[in-house]
């Protein structure tokens, strides 16, 4: 039989068996039409599995855990932070580029993503040091004011249009599956003016944004991410007002953008399932983020635990995985109460409609999370004081620290606490039924430096925290994305902290990328399936 064909019956096998029907009738062709494309499609099962099939624990000789199979591994990139050529080709600003431009005495050394690493120009150079490492996918975002410089279907930019083609033509090609993050924080500056995530008025805009995505790249995207980090994007883009679009509406705005993000992944989800999903069969999910925490003293310690986790993850992920499609009953609660002190005549966190839930339950394929660190908490028993001004902070009442024998990164809030990774993947396993999930980035920032011990140790034990998650506790894990492939701007830090497997000195013209030593070690992990002991 040719290869190609049983190449199809058992990807048909394995979708059927899952609940996969649309490719019966339109998945064959496009299979056997796009046959150099078949192969980037191993992520996209690992995270159709249903959540009830386990994987089989499988030990080396010397009884220590191997990845397997299927589990897929990966590296992550954002728009704004790598591709540089901000006013070229047609794109528009984002409110980065306002804030660098208009505000540079908010970043390390005025530094700016006008350049970054050129990755618009250097986008293959960055596919070759993925494909050295071996990755199986890679994890990028589009610059919305890019590919819609006025943020809707009028103003298309064509050029930008060529080059996300390029880009993923040449991932495809190179055998490496493209994983699409539609926003990593980089609104239009355009539909900033508007009222951003402030506004309804964005909900319609992104679900347009996301109809451009399906329709132009759609054919060979198989997995979306909708948004990035929504808690970090909302708290202090549009509450603390300390970073991009630096909204200061403390206590209202963080809770109205967290609102409307949530309402724009339903819309695309519902457009995609309605739409675009019998015959392109992808899959779609949104990027969390949030701390693991443990007791900082005994008393009521596991409500200080639990309580912080809902405040940040059950946040966004209880209306997409939860029984009733709506916030943290916690979260519900409590605002409602302080806003009641407060003399205000409805709660300053949003309530959703019965329609709108029900839109929002069930709308993630699989569950997206980004790790870095955890902390202690405590409960904050001071009585509200309603004539302060109202925050997210305040309304979560849970004091943060950390404990003395962590190690920290380069970066003030990344304390290396492996462990905390796999205690959210068990909260999550037992909160929302064990779904699937995509670890879309894990990190440590340093100087740079090629000879990047720290980093290395940093992968090893976490890395090790997966495995336990996976073979002795049973979370059901599809996938590992490192952060970053490359060295980039690193938002209010500049340049200052570098993340990536590869080092870029941005002061040569020539933008190198050279490989680190952790490089080497992701791509002993990913040859051998397994972490290697020194």
């Known amino acids: ?260 993000v949530l309402l724009s992944h339903a819309a695309a989800y519902q457009l995609y399932n309605e739409k675009y999903r019998m015959k392109q069969n992808g899959l779609m999910g949104i990027t969390l983020s949030g701390r693991y925490y443990y007791p900082a003293t005994n008393v009521t310690a596991q409500d200080a635990v639990d309580r912080a986790i809902e405040f940040q993850i059950g946040w966004f992920a209880d209306p997409l995985f939860g029984e009733d499609g709506n916030y943290p009953a916690v979260m519900i609660n409590e605002i409602a ?54 925050s997210w902070q305040r309304d979560a009442r849970i004091i943060q620290s950390v404990d003395p024998g962590w190690s920290r990164a380069k970066s003030s809030w990344l304390y290396v606490v492996p462990e905390g990774l796999r205690g959210i993947l068990n909260w999550v396993r037992k909160r929302y039924h064990n779904p699937n999930v995509l670890i879309t980035e894990n990190g440590y920032s340093d100087d740079g430096q090629l000879d990047d011990t720290a980093r290395i140790d940093y992968y090893a034990r976490h890395l090790n925290a997966v495995l336990g998650a996976l073979h002795e506790d049973g979370c059901n894990v599809a996938g590992f994305t490192a952060w970053s492939i490359i060295d980039n701007f690193e938002w209010l830090r500049g340049y200052s902290e570098k993340f990536g497997l590869f080092y870029v000195n941005f002061s040569d013209p020539l933008l190198k990328r050279i490989p680190k030593q952790s490089a080497s070690f992701m791509a002993r992990v990913i040859s051998t399936r397994t972490v290697p002991k020194e």
């Open 1 to 260: 039989m040719n290869s190609r064909y049983e190449l199809v019956a058992v990807l048909l096998v394995l979708i059927n068996i899952n609940g996969y029907d649309g490719y019966i009738t339109t998945g064959i062709p496009q299979l056997i039409e796009h046959d150099r494309r078949a192969q980037p499609l191993k992520l996209q099962l690992a995270l159709s599995k249903n959540s009830s099939q386990h994987r089989p624990i499988i030990n080396r000789n010397d009884g220590a855990f191997r990845f397997p199979e299927d589990f897929l591994f990966g590296a992550a990139t954002a728009a704004y932070q790598i591709e540089g050529a901000w006013n070229e080709d047609g794109k528009g600003p984002s409110v980065w580029d306002t804030l660098t431009h208009d505000h540079p005495e908010l970043v390390v050394e005025r530094a700016t993503g006008d350049r970054a690493a050129e990755s618009y120009h250097l986008y293959t150079k960055d596919i070759e040091a993925l494909a050295s490492v071996g990755f199986d996918f890679y994890r990028f975002s589009i610059a919305w004011s890019r590919l819609l410089p006025r943020g809707d279907r009028s103003s298309l930019n064509e050029q930008a249009v060529e080059y996300y083609n390029r880009l993923i033509d040449e991932l495809v090609a190179h055998g490496i599956e493209p994983v699409v993050t539609m926003l990593h924080y980089d609104v239009p500056q355009y539909l900033q003016n508007l009222g951003g995530f402030a506004s309804p008025l964005i909900v319609d805009y992104f679900q347009e944004y996301a109809e451009t995505l399906f329709e132009t790249f759609g054919d060979r995207v198989k997995l979306w991410i909708t948004h990035n980090e929504p808690y970090d994007f909302c708290v202090e883009g549009y509450g603390t007002g300390n970073t991009g679009p630096l909204v200061y509406a403390s206590g209202v705005g963080e809770y109205l953008c967290a609102h409307y």
């Open 337 to 390: 109460n302080h806003s009641l002190l407060e003399g205000r005549t409805r709660s300053r966190l949003p309530t959703f409609t019965d329609t709108e839930r029900t839109l929002l339950r069930g709308s993630a394929d699989f569950f997206a999370y980004n790790y870095y660190s955890s902390r202690l908490v405590e409960l904050d028993n001071t009585k509200y004081d309603p004539r302060q001004t109202p």
